[in-house]
């Protein structure tokens, strides 16, 4: 039960922390998406790290890129790392060996504490399993972070009109949106 009770705890800081990001909603979604792009890459034990890099590059909101990070962490690492491999041997015309992705799986889920760890196994699987993961990667991102800054856009748009209607909710001056 305390499982549950630490995901549920997780998930509720993650939606405080992102209720209560302000800016200008396109910065914000901009910055959302940098950390799902890199956060749907297989690059476990960086992510952070390549978000805040980016971030700081794009001259991004680095709070927000570190949270688009955490889609990918940890409930759907398995399926980041199996659509990549299969995305990357796709477009390298190389066939797709479901046994790789078994010792991908059982890589992750043996290292799945240690980073480190997880990035010396992986790296051990070799270049042509490597290179099939980074491409596929970064389709992969790209397809789940072009959409979502739309979608983050108009949601944090209307959190914003949200939240100054709220404020201006018992005064007659209510501003005009």
Do not use: C
Not at 17 to 25: A, E, S, V, W
Not at 101 to 117: C, L, M, S
Not at 142 to 167: C, D, E, H, T
């Amino acid at each position: 039960m305390s499982i549950f009770r630490d995901i549920k705890r997780k998930i509720k800081r993650i939606y405080l922390r992102f209720i209560t990001l302000k800016g200008d909603p396109k910065h914000l979604a901009f910055s959302l998406s940098v950390g799902i792009f890199v956060g749907m890459m297989p690059i476990m034990p960086f992510q952070t790290i390549l978000a805040l890099f980016l971030a700081f590059i794009f001259r991004a909101n680095k709070i927000a890129a570190f949270l688009g990070t955490l889609i990918s962490n940890p409930l759907n690492l398995y399926f980041v790392y199996l659509w990549s491999y299969q995305i990357g041997t796709f477009l390298l015309g190389r066939p797709y060996e479901s046994t790789v992705i078994n010792r991908i799986r059982v890589i992750i889920y043996d290292n799945i504490d240690e980073p480190i760890d997880l990035l010396k196994s992986l790296t051990e699987l070799g270049g042509e399993i490597i290179s099939a993961l980074l491409i596929g990667g970064i389709v992969l991102a790209l397809i789940v972070a072009i959409p979502s800054y739309f979608f983050l856009k108009f949601i944090l748009a209307y959190i914003q009109k949200w939240r100054i209607n709220r404020k201006y909710r018992n005064r007659n001056d209510t501003p005009e949106l």
